[in-house]
């Protein structure tokens, strides 16, 4: 089975750019996840969905981020204008709801993002 | 209050020797998760075990197991017999109140293996 997949793995961009990060989870699973990473703040819980329906934003650093989710097999996190403080490594995870061993959430590879 | 504490920032192994990763945890929470993960340098994030709070037995998948002590809050991650590809960063994780799904991570230790 394929894992999650992130596009692109790598972003360079300018300060003021938009910047549109997507996701495709693994199949059937429920509930999808962004997260960033940084030095300073490690591993942070942005957003998540479940069966597409955005759940808990309250880690969405401010109004310049969004994210989507249009279907069951795709998702799009938004910067808009990007910023320098906004590089960083943004992952995706995926789960599906049962109570064994499969709640666990499996990651993307994850998308490096460079704002200049 | 950290939930999550990784107190070992990094560490060096020989090969072949096991290693134990120190995790300690906070919550009040009766029913949660504990979840090991496993980062190269590669950067990706690998799932490696999970032990639930309701476990009797502690977690083992391969070499990895995880030494559960649920008086002490602790949920160490033991690798037997390291290998040069163990090299990477760990994280712990918990989840609490399975209603909740968000996952916290703690701030992760470098583990290097010395061939």
């Known amino acids: 089975d394929a894992g999650v997949i992130q596009s692109p793995r790598h972003e360079v961009t300018e300060m003021g750019q938009e910047v549109t990060l997507r996701c495709k989870p693994i199949?059937?699973?429920?509930?999808l996840f962004w997260y960033r990473q940084t030095m300073m703040r490690g591993l942070e819980l942005l957003i998540y969905?479940?069966?597409?329906?955005?759940?808990?934003d309250s880690g969405m650093p401010e109004d310049r981020f969004s994210a989507k989710m249009p279907n069951a097999s795709f998702s799009t996190l938004k910067i808009q204008p990007s910023e320098p403080r906004d590089s960083a490594v943004y992952f995706c995870?995926?789960?599906?709801?049962?109570?064994?061993?499969?709640?666990?959430?499996?990651f993307g590879p994850g998308t490096r993002l460079t704002v200049l | 209050a950290q939930k999550i504490t990784q107190t070992q920032p990094g560490m060096f192994v020989q090969e072949k020797e096991a290693v134990t990763l120190d995790c300690t945890y906070d919550?009040?929470?009766?029913?949660?998760?504990l979840f090991w993960y496993k980062q190269p340098s590669s950067g990706e994030m690998i799932f490696l075990i999970y032990?639930?709070?309701?476990?009797?037995q502690n977690a083992t998948e391969g070499r990895y197991s995880l030494n559960f002590q649920k008086a002490r809050k602790s949920a160490n991650l033991v690798i037997s017999a390291s290998q040069l590809g163990d090299s990477a960063m760990y994280f712990c994780?918990?989840?609490?109140?399975?209603?909740?799904?968000?996952?916290?991570f703690g701030t992760g230790t470098r583990l290097t293996i010395i061939p």
């Open positions: 995870a995926s789960r599906l709801r049962d109570r064994g061993i499969t709640d666990t959430q499996y």
């Open positions: 199949s059937g699973h429920d509930y």
């Open positions: 969905f479940n069966n597409n329906v955005p759940i808990d």
């Open positions: 919550t009040s929470d009766q029913s949660y998760g």
């Open positions: 032990q639930g709070s309701y476990d009797e």
């Open positions: 994780a918990m989840r609490e109140n399975f209603g909740n799904e968000k996952l916290t």
